[in-house]
């Protein structure tokens, strides 16, 4: 456990923000920002999907520039004009979304942008391993990025902008592809950058990670700052009551408040019989689904399952261990190399997207934005992809009724936007992932819902929210198969979970709260591949 940053000695401020407004369009995205951030300081940024914090960091980062206020660098002015100017003052961003270059090494993504002219390699390999020695990461300078898991991508993200020795790191949610280890690797690498006098500002929903390393804390609601901590690891009740409260309605918000990671939903009891909910048909019957990849490597090896009617399926598993290949062959993105998958018993092994959506599979994809969403398009286009048909009458697009059904599920599903007609890029990530979820969850004749990750970068509320979703989906008749790499998520929504590794599927479990221990133990062996 690193502390070591919170009792920094306090200088002034390497930035000041003073009264920063945001405005896209007519929307206010930032009102009268005031921030201060000091060098050995870890600053959390918090707040509901859409608060802002992504706009505020994109301020400091010269992605965007404010429409008022001023900010200070070191006590003179600072206007960056663009990400360029803002790495030449010694500002740095890891962004929500990798910008790697796959097909090439870590030391060429590293070293892209940075260097002119002749090139030593050899030279600035050794320089890369001694950040990275340095920092206490573990990463291959030679190694091909496409070839790397999240986490790793990750941290060449960080190295990428460490190697430039900034004085201020922004991360905008940099845990939430993360695994657990992968989380305290990053932390740990957070407090040795502050211990070196750089300043942090950590975007995060996850209030394990505000107690462990926040030195101060900011809380943005629409747009403006509405609670400081200076303690933030002893404050953590009160910020997230300051998160969630709307004016007017403290005490429905407040029901919402979770003193936990960002998982609120409770653990609760369940019968211990699988089958005490009545069975119907399968909704979702897989048969020994086995996928190989270019390489001849096995990703998927003889998966057979079902997912009954009325019933929410777990995966379990440390992620790259099939569960992705699972999910692609189902939302047919990719082909199996041997096995069957039915869809309330029809054979459904080769179907496109399009034929999966007409006989009722919905897909949350992992990566939203590789296959989710269509970014350039509006949010109401991206709400009825899957049936844009529907809003065509004579080849033209019955626009008005898209809007109208468009406001109806921004409204159900708490999608937070100016309007129903903002580009999907303009959204917020939290908010990109519950308009996914809301188009997926009301296709007409919903039969299998395969989310993988859906609550991935969502806020408390909000993670409470998609459960109570799901669990509504299940109970008027849907078979959904949850693809998590959060136990506690499995545990608390599924009713069974099931668990992979290399692949195959380990072990199977029903959640019942009075073993909840013993099961974790069971399904942490199964993870690391133990059988006994
Ligand atoms: N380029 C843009 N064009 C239009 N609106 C935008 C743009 N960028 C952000 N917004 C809007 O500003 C608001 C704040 O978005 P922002 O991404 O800063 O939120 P956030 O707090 O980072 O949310 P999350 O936790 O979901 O990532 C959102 O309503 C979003 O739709």
Redesign the pocket.
Known sequence: MVCASRDAPRTAAVLRMDGIDKR??Q?Q?LSDVSLELFAGEVHCLL??????????CNVVFGVHQPDAGSMWLDGAPYQPHSPRDALAHGIAMVH?HFSLVEDVSVLDNLLLGQVRGWLDRKREAQRVRALVADLGLALEPDARVADLSVGEKQRVEIVKCLIREPRLLVL??PTAVLLPAEIDALLDTCARVVARGCAVVL?T?KLAEIRRIASRATV?QS?RVVARSSTPSADVDTLVRAMIQRPGNEGHELNREADHDAKPAPLKPRSASPYARPLADEALQIDGLTVRDADGVTRLEDCTLVVNRNEIVGIAGVEGNGQSELGAVLAGLQRASAGRFFVQGKDCTQAAPQMLTKVGVGVVPEDRHAVGCVPDMSLTENLFLNRLDDYTRRGFMRRRAMRRDARALMQRFDV???SPD??F???????QQKAVLARELTLEGLAVLVAAQPTR?L?VGAVAAVYEHIRAARDRGVGVLLISSELDELMAVADRVLVMYRGRIMGTCVPDASQLNLQRERIGAWMAGQTA
């Open positions: 896209f369009g929307f995205a707040g509901e999907n859409g608060a802002g914090k992504s706009t505020l929500q905008d949610e975007v929903h943005l747009g937070r936007a100016a903002v580009a890029r303009g959204l917020s990530g939290g908010n970068g806020d």
